[in-house]
């Protein structure tokens, strides 16, 4: 019933119904970026500025395999990045951006789901039954490749590019906003590029790609994949590595998910 009178509702109260998704979801991240902004000594201090340290979990990690594989290249920030402000307002700047973002992250779950929400009465029952678990399965992808970003490509973005020299008679003071606009956008990017099996899903559902289409065109998509590695990641090769293989496994499972959908479609064709 409800799926009929959304169908039959006009443009103009499509975009009412629409309007209140987006303020809900506006509403939500403003609510998380105000708590976000009142804790924000420990959200700078744990978690913020934790991977310039050497403290920090993957720091200490890959110190610990470098000391059992006797090779110090894979130590990374072992010595504490400094950070500087040089704006009057830069540090209150940063400290809103900061509260915005991760506003945006915490909330990415509810706003999907809005969006999700909006969307559904639109989609027939077969499309609503094999879409089941969009809104988990895209939210844990999302906070995946979130957490892949902080724990993998920030501290080596922030050792290679924290100490990177092009001669001795320079010294890197890395500015704050600097420092923070280089973990947001790679935490963001990991973030949206986890979500290729739920991009990959959506176009085998609409029938714009197909298994075969997929394993056809494998090799272009890794040297896809490996060319945006390249961009959110510093240029090592151990870096590209450990971006390129989680990239192309996910790329994987987007195939094997282009399958299920393509036997499901023969099935529905064959009892239709």
């Not at 744990?46 to 110090?72: G, H, S, V, Y």
């Not at 500087?84 to 940063?94: E, L």
């Not at 915490?106 to 879409?131: D, G, M």
């Not at 997929?214 to 490996?226: D, G, T, V």
Request: hydrophobic share 55%; glycine share 4%; with cysteine.
């Amino acid at each position: 019933m409800e799926e009929t009178q959304s169908k039959g509702q006009t443009f103009l109260e499509h975009l009412e119904q629409l309007r209140w998704h987006l303020i809900r979801s506006f509403i939500a991240i403003v609510v998380i970026a105000i708590v976000v902004f009142v804790l924000h000594d420990w959200i700078f201090n744990t978690i913020i500025l934790a991977p310039k340290n050497p403290e920090f979990w993957t720091n200490r990690m890959l110190c610990a395999l470098a000391d059992a594989l006797n090779t110090q290249n894979l130590c990374i920030n072992s010595e504490p990045l400094q950070i500087i402000n040089i704006r009057m307002s830069g540090q209150f700047a940063i400290h809103i951006m900061i509260s915005l973002v991760l506003g945006l992250i915490l909330a990415f779950p509810y706003v999907f789901w809005e969006f999700w929400s909006f969307i559904r009465p639109a989609l027939y029952q077969k499309e609503i039954q094999h879409s089941r678990g969009a809104v988990f399965f895209s939210s844990m992808l999302f906070l995946l490749g979130v957490l892949f970003g902080y724990f993998v490509i920030v501290p080596l973005s922030v050792h290679f590019l924290g100490s990177y020299h092009v001669s001795d008679q320079v010294v890197n003071q890395i500015n704050l906003k600097s420092y923070i606009g280089t973990i947001a956008s790679v935490v963001m990017a990991a973030g949206l590029i986890f979500e290729l099996p739920i991009l990959i899903y959506f176009l085998s559902k609409a029938g714009l790609v197909y298994p075969a289409f997929l394993k056809k065109y494998r090799r272009h998509a890794i040297i896809l994949i490996f060319v945006m590695a390249a961009v959110i990641t510093p240029p090592d090769i151990f870096s590209l590595v450990m971006v390129t293989l989680p990239l192309a496994l996910l790329y994987e499972v987007g195939i094997m998910i282009s399958k299920r959908i393509e036997k499901q479609k023969q099935q529905e064709e064959l009892m239709g």
